[in-house]
């Protein structure tokens, strides 16, 4: 799991509120940007993705004490960031799929914006945007966070065939829309 | 381009140049500081919550201290496992048709955020809305909700299968196994409210078999509950994953680690069986009879014999979820896009209809009762009209 190295001592005793507030603000200085980038993907929006992370760490916080791998802890949070994000999209509703395609392409125009101009970037953010939300939860763990099969499976809580299967869903519907422009 | 590599190397810039054109937007120091104005709140919260559930763990381990000695299972030792079996030629498929006329009311939303059809008591339907916290007791024809039961869901963690046992209805919440207490809640079969939950160290996988229901209840440890009194009666050492199932007298679970299948005897709490099958995924087991499990085999599904290990029956349709109606026929959702009937004996594709994004499916009585996660709705299907075509 990503973040699992972070140099915290592995311990059986009930953390102090001290060791904990410190150990959960290191791991919220260290991976917040990360998580918020992760859920923003999946919602669309920076305020509903920071408030998904928010109460992530939340959680978090609450459990810690019965962490008995203070190191993995950080795989815990990305469990909560992926189903928070995809139960606040479920909660919406009503997003349209714009919406995000919008969030992909307008958030700080200037950056690689000549970039994302392109015919076939445009069309597979725009897949992105209409995919399935595990679907779209799947990629966005595979080619933002690297994370393998099993790492996804964790992640999720379902099995590796699951993973597969809507990732290969995924990238034929991504393939699909690429070659309709070429 | 359309070659997978050349696509997932654009998928991966596209992600990372929207990460980099998102992340000035991002307020990390603004946002620790609303994490930490949240914390004293937090605190609280978990203090009363933590003292319930380190004095039902301590009742967990005196009563298996007092009681019952905790069986410890054997890892198998030098039992050697049978092989994979030989599967027979994939079963005949069919191509999905259009939905008979009637069979389906496309409805609007009816409430759910994540929806999970899992049980039918007395002809009331149970949904468990996951990540929103929430049991719904339901007409399986009307969809016209009976009751609605919140219970405290946290971020990250997910229910498993509502599973009635005699009088109460349970529901194991898995969490990350980095993680200590979680719960297996209870509900009233015949109201639907909440009871006390059972404090466990790990939950997920549960099964209700003749000689009791067992359910996980710590990392790769089996329990047997009383469900009446909501204990946990003895415990011994399996691998689980996500599942149980009962089958040929034993409990089976997977062993991913070393791609096992794995039969242990529930009454002595040793394992007397196991199965490698490399290459097979761990998808919810199902026991389709006395000695049949259905289990995910390489590109399909397969019946696998546990008790001679052979696989008499198997189909290259993949089949998510599956429920067998009160004529033996099993029902089958592939892909999101199909609906499919198939021979419980063969696994040949009896019928095929096409659908949009149904990811569960279960049969209540003469309805065909399916869940659908992109929306959050649930369907009801007309049984019988299904099965006629017309």
């Known amino acids: ?182 | 381009m359309s070659a997978p590599s050349d696509l997932e190397t654009q998928l991966r810039e596209l992600l990372n140049a929207h990460a980099d054109a998102l992340q000035p937007s991002i307020d990390t120091g603004g946002e620790l500081r609303k994490f930490k104005a949240r914390l004293p709140r937090e605190r609280r919260r978990r203090a009363a919550t933590l003292v319930a559930a380190a004095a039902a763990v301590i009742a967990i381990v005196a009563g298996v201290a007092t009681g019952i000695v905790a069986l410890t299972g054997s890892s198998g030792g030098d039992m050697s496992a049978a092989p994979a079996p030989l599967l027979p030629p994939p079963a005949p498929t069919m191509t999905p048709v259009a939905l008979p006329g009637g069979s389906f009311a496309p409805r609007e939303l009816n409430g759910f955020v994540t929806p999970s059809p899992d049980l039918v008591i007395n002809g009331v339907l149970w949904v468990d809305d996951l990540h929103d916290g929430r049991v719904v007791r339901m007409d399986p024809t009307t969809l016209h909700v009976l009751s609605s039961t919140n219970y405290e869901m946290q971020s990250g963690l997910l229910p498993g299968v509502l599973t009635q046992a005699g009088n109460v209805v349970l529901l194991p919440v898995s969490a990350p196994a980095v993680f200590g207490p979680t719960v297996i809640f209870r509900f009233d079969a015949r109201t639907g409210q909440e009871l006390p939950g059972i404090v466990v160290t790990a939950a997920g996988a549960i099964t209700v078999t003749p000689v009791g229901v067992f359910a996980t209840v710590a990392p790769n440890t089996v329990g047997l509950l009383d469900v009446a009194r909501g204990q946990v009666v003895r415990t011994f050492a399996m691998p689980v994953d996500r599942s149980l199932a009962f089958a040929d007298g034993l409990l089976w679970g997977w062993d991913l680690r070393r791609s096992l299948l794995v039969g242990v005897d529930p009454a002595r709490g040793t394992q007397v069986r196991e199965f490698s099958l490399p290459g097979y995924s761990d998808r919810l087991l199902t026991a389709l009879d006395s000695e049949t499990l259905l289990i995910d085999a390489p590109a399909g599904i397969a019946e696998l014999d546990v008790a001679t290990g052979q696989a008499p029956a198997y189909t290259n349709v993949e089949v998510l979820s599956d429920a067998t109606d009160s004529t033996g026929a099993l029902w089958g959702v592939v892909d999101g896009l199909a609906l499919v009937e198939l021979d419980p004996a063969t696994l040949r594709t009896l019928r095929s209809y096409s659908v949009k994004d149904v990811d569960l499916v279960l049969v209540a009585g003469n309805r065909l009762i399916a869940a659908d996660h992109v929306r959050g709705v649930v369907d009801s299907f007309d049984l019988a009209r299904l099965r006629s075509g017309k």
């Open chain 1, 1 to 182: 799991m990503i973040g699992g190295a972070l140099g915290m001592a592995e311990t059986d005793s009930v953390a102090t509120p001290l060791d904990r507030d410190a150990a959960v603000t290191e791991l919220f200085l260290t991976h917040h940007a990360r998580l918020v980038i992760v859920a923003q993907m999946i919602v669309g929006d920076l305020a509903t993705a920071e408030d998904v992370v928010q109460d992530a760490f939340a959680s978090l916080y609450r459990r810690w004490p019965w962490i008995r791998e203070k190191g993995a802890a950080i795989g815990y949070v990305h469990s909560s960031v992926a189903n928070g994000a995809r139960s606040r999209l479920r909660q919406r509703r009503r997003m349209r799929t714009t919406e995000f395609h919008d969030a992909l392409i307008d958030v700080a125009p200037g950056a690689d914006h000549a970039a994302l101009q392109h015919d076939a970037r445009r069309e597979l953010e725009a897949g992105l945007a209409e995919l399935p939300v595990r679907q779209r939860q799947v990629i966005v763990l595979r080619y933002y966070l690297d994370q393998s099969e099993a790492e996804i499976a964790a992640t999720l809580s379902i099995s590796k065939g699951s993973v597969k299967k809507h990732a290969s869903r995924a990238l034929a519907t991504l393939g699909t829309r690429l070659k309709e422009v070429q």
